[in-house]
């Protein structure tokens, strides 16, 4: 793969640059929460900048169904860029500044789409953008998009700076990883990570598992969830996982359950065998915390990803402080990925440095530990 720096000495005075970054950053309203993806790429944006390029940046934000949406304007990240840079950035098109970023690449339908004919298409339009594409969005490159995938096989293709550090650091989990081993799963992405614990079963010590990812299995487990998160047509996959696994998985054994998805919700802490039919969990328990962290003692390598609860809500947030802390106690390797996960650990003021790495990506990182080949690395490759 050749790399920011290759690029750097060839010289990018006068040269356009299509810049794909993962900005994907959590928002309350037009409030950014965490501005760690886009201050990830700076790095990167500032060498092209310095080296005399114009950049072109594009970026998706959440999950938007191929037309545009005003919930997911990069509008908001493009100011918060131009403050970080402490420039201007034009936004939506080219004007005036050395830096552009464009609209949510998922108000296009060829994003993301299976077929291949459209998502080429889409990948042509973009490559209009730059002479060279560099990719800097980590957080992405487990997708087969347009312009994570496609769009390199059109124009010269280098590895951003965060890339390349990410791809570094986490190869150290991969292959001779130091035991015991545990990895810790949460978050709502459930039918995605659903499909990576298969993989990681047999490479990992212990599986531990929270977040809205756990009622799914506790339904396996043949409990009720109530109204919590649930992919109900995954039930039988988790049977069979929970079979495999053993007692590598280690699940909540207790929640808390509100009455609505709301800070001033009525909240009470039950066990997994009395969750109220019409009750939500939006955390794991006290019970659970404990469990977890006991697990995690004696661990040599870790990895994290996906809150354990709804952190984003302060009556909700103790199981992902309780886990993160305990993590910060291990004496090895660990590792926290995923845009809200990074997001929670900064939010909760968890010192940065009680983590050897904090990983702009979950759903990557993850991919990326089972040893699966990325479409976007393999793309940079060619
Ligand atoms: N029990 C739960 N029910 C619903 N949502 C949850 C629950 N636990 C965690 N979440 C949500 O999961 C989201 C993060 O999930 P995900 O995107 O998978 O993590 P990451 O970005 O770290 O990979 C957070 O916004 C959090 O509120
Ligand atoms: O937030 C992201 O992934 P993550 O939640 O796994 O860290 C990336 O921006 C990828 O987003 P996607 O999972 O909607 O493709």
Redesign the pocket.
Known sequence: MKTLDDLLSEGVAGRRVLLRADLNV?LDGEKITDDGRIRAVLPTLNALLEGGATVTVVSHLGRPKGAPDPKYTLAPVAARLSELLGGPVNFGAAGDAKVTLLENLRFNPGETSKDEGERKAFAQELAAHGDVYVDDAFGAVHRKHASVYDVAALLPHYTGYLVARELEVLSKLTGEAERPYVVVL????VSD?LAVIEALLPKVDKLLI???M??TFLKAQGYEVGK??LQDEMVDTCKDLLQRGGDKIVLPTDVLSADKFAADAAVQTVGVDAIPADG????IGPESVAAFAAALESAKTVFW????????LAPFAAGTRGVAEAITKVDGFTVV??????A?VRALGIPEDGFSHISTG??ASLEFLEGKALPGIVALEG
């Open positions: 959590p949460g978050g709502s992405k990570k929270g977040g809205g756990c009622f919590s998160l939500l969990g939006l955390d990803n996906g809150p354990m609860g709804v952190f984003e990925g995923g845009g809200d996960s990074a929670a979950g759903g």
